[in-house]
């Protein structure tokens, strides 16, 4: 393999526009490579003619028995934002002072590239090995997330197909390429909260009622309160309130509604009924008339240190010297589906200060190394 096989494709896949739900032709790009390799590649569409996303479910067994160890990822990625606020093309790959600059850089396509060169070389130098390799790509990490990994790994259940070890190509790196690896991430519970009231003439105040008013005390309640302590692995649980929206637009009107859109991010302490539960006794200890809609964006989950965090942090440390430091930290992944098929699940990735940002790159010293560290986990667990 040249040095520059995993830079050169990192690039091809960056020129593709493969904002969400668009896969831009980077699943194709991939599965040609796969298949030349003797993975068996399938295409799996899913969701509404305006919102379609393409998934990628590729595999290869080895010559003798042993674990299927899974690459996971996204071909799509986030919308550039203000094309006038690069200084370069967003889709056109450009090297400047020692990083490579374009949408995906950093999430996630060169995890995607390290991923097919690292099983390139394994293959080369391992042809007789154990166990099986297979590739999890989608198009909807980035946007909903209904019709994307979620849908593949119903699939695999209902055909009776698990994964042992999975590694997600996220970009879990904070100061330098190897210090962070995610063995978990928090749950994400969302509500739409409407507090209802009468509407009136602000003069005449004992006419109306102001849900504003009404909804503040309990508002101030659930700001302070200690949802969980946290365990050994996460951090306490957490409340915010995102958006608050009352009022007609007219300075002397007391609305009849207001609306707060909050969440929870949760750890593995406490489950998603006992939150929705301890929220709504306060509303009611308020005596608030209300509605509320829930959504549950994912459960936590967490993988326990065991054989696949292990050969990861060895293979870091063989490529980089580093010693990576488990973390369950950040926002939901695509890591919350295949824990419910995979009992083994990380995420590893470049660094990730400047992802879904403006000039998003990737240092240029650090795409070997990715690749590098990939091939290493691939020789820990499945070249015998």
């Known amino acids: 393999m040249s040095l520059n096989s995993t830079r050169a494709l990192t690039e091809e896949l960056i020129s593709q526009e493969s904002v969400t739900p668009s896969d831009g032709g980077c699943q194709k790009l991939i599965a040609k490579r796969l298949s030349a390799l003797g993975f068996s590649c399938e295409s799996i569409e899913s969701g509404p003619d305006d919102f379609r996303v393409t998934n990628l479910w590729a595999v290869k067994k080895g010559a003798s028995a042993g674990p299927l160890l899974a690459f996971a990822g996204h071909t799509d990625v986030v919308p550039t934002g203000p094309l006038e606020q690069w200084h370069s093309n967003p889709f056109i790959p450009t090297e400047r002072d020692g990083k490579l600059f374009g949408r995906g850089a950093a999430d996630m396509k060169t995890s995607l590239a390290a991923f097919v060169v690292a099983t390139e070389e394994f293959l080369s130098q391992h042809p007789n090995h154990a166990g099986s390799i297979a590739f999890l790509l989608t198009s909807d990490e980035e946007g909903p997330a209904h019709d994307g990994t979620v849908v593949v790994c119903n699939q695999l ?5 698990k994964m042992d070890y999975c590694v997600v190509g996220e970009p879990t ?23 209802i009231g ?10 109306a009622k102001n849900p504003i008013h009404l909804a503040a005390p309990a508002l101030a309640e659930l700001s302070s309160m200690v949802w969980d302590q946290g365990n050994a692995h996460f951090p306490p649980t957490t409340w915010q309130i995102s958006n608050i ?13 207001v609306v707060i859109d909050f969440n929870f991010r949760f750890s593995t302490a406490s489950t998603a009924e006992e939150l929705k539960t301890r929220l709504e006794n306060v509303l009611v200890k308020h005596q608030l008339q209300y509605d509320l809609k829930w959504t549950l964006g994912g459960e936590p989950f967490l993988t326990e240190p065991a054989e696949l965090s292990q050969a990861a942090q060895k293979a870091i ?21 295949i824990a419910k098929i995979c009992p083994q699940v990380i995420e590893f990735g470049p660094r990730n200060a400047s992802i879904h940002k403006i000039d998003e790159h990737i240092e240029v010293k650090d795409i070997e190394p990715l690749k590098d560290v990939y091939k290493n986990i691939l020789i820990e667990l499945i070249a015998q």
Request: positive net charge; proline residues 3%.
């Open 198 to 207: 009468v509407q009136g003439h602000i003069a005449y105040p004992h006419l």
């Open 157 to 161: 259940r209902e055909r009776g197909i």
């Open 245 to 257: 929206h009352g009022g007609t637009g007219a300075s002397n009107v007391i609305p009849c509604e």
């Open 317 to 337: 440390t063989k490529v980089t010297g580093i010693q990576a430091q488990l973390s369950t930290t950040g926002g939901t992944s695509d890591g919350r589906f």
């Open 173 to 195: 790196s904070v100061d330098q390429l190897g210090d962070t690896i995610k063995n978990g991430r928090r749950g994400s519970l969302s509500g739409k909260l409407k507090v």
